[in-house]
């Protein structure tokens, strides 16, 4: 596609289940990045791809949030035994290698909601 | 204390304003500068690119950065009401791979 896909734009869980999103990068990116945006509190990063491999996964919050990419392309991040603090949207970005240095594209997000 | 930081706003004002958006910083690190906009319920989008101290001008929009200070700002002249969004600094400490660092945002609204 033309842009970075996120999937799905809107999930309703409940407190205590396990959650995947997934994210489409632009075709070619070999950068990949996830954030998570809570009201209020602006981007927060949670980690970073190059390629299939995460060298930087510094913002995880907690052990039960995991992500993997496979392909040097599609990311899913997983969130398990969902806590309602967790409700936030998670954004998804590319970038190319050979771009401006902080230029990312940013999907739409997937905005999750933990009852 | 957050390594940046933005008055969340929220800011009016009159269409054909000059607008003036504000980002501190405290790591001295950071080479990079940036400013997305964000429309409600979308991702946000690279407005402006800056590296080290100076003006940087793309239209109606200045994008400032002075690294003594630790202070960046983002000037928007003649302001349209489809200026009214969500303006995001961020801030990179090197090449590609290092994580951006953003801002809370703030919320500009334009009226007509």
């Known amino acids: 596609g033309a842009g970075v896909s996120q999937s799905p734009s809107n999930k309703v869980t409940e407190k205590g289940k396990d959650v995947e999103l997934r994210c489409d990068p632009i075709s070619g990116h070999t950068a990949l990045y996830w954030y998570r945006q809570s009201l209020g509190q602006g981007l927060e990063f949670l980690i970073y791809f190059q390629g299939n491999s995460a060298p930087d996964k510094s913002g995880l919050p907690s052990d039960r949030f995991s992500a993997e990419r496979t392909g040097g392309s599609v990311s899913t991040l997983t969130i398990q035994r969902t806590q309602q603090e967790d409700s936030a949207v998670y954004l998804c970005?590319?970038?190319?290698?050979?771009?401006?240095?902080?230029?990312?594209?940013f999907g739409e997000g997937s905005r999750l909601t933990v009852l | 204390q957050k390594e940046v930081e933005q008055d969340p706003g929220p800011l009016s004002v009159p269409e054909g304003a000059i607008v003036s958006l504000n980002c501190t910083y405290s790591?001295?690190?950071?080479?990079?500068f940036m400013w997305y906009r964000q429309y409600s319920r979308k991702g946000p989008e690279l407005l402006m690119y800056?590296?080290?101290?100076g003006n940087k001008e793309d239209g109606r929009f200045t994008a400032q950065v002075d690294k003594s200070s630790k202070y960046i700002s983002l000037f928007i002249r003649d302001s349209q009401p489809s200026d009214s969004a969500t303006y995001l600094c961020a801030m990179s400490k090197g090449n590609s791979g290092y994580a951006l660092n953003f801002g809370k945002g703030t919320s500009l609204l334009v009226t007509p």
């Open positions: 800056t590296y080290s101290s």
């Open positions: 790591n001295s690190a950071f080479q990079y």
């Open positions: 970005a590319s970038s190319a290698d050979r771009g401006r240095i902080g230029e990312l594209f």
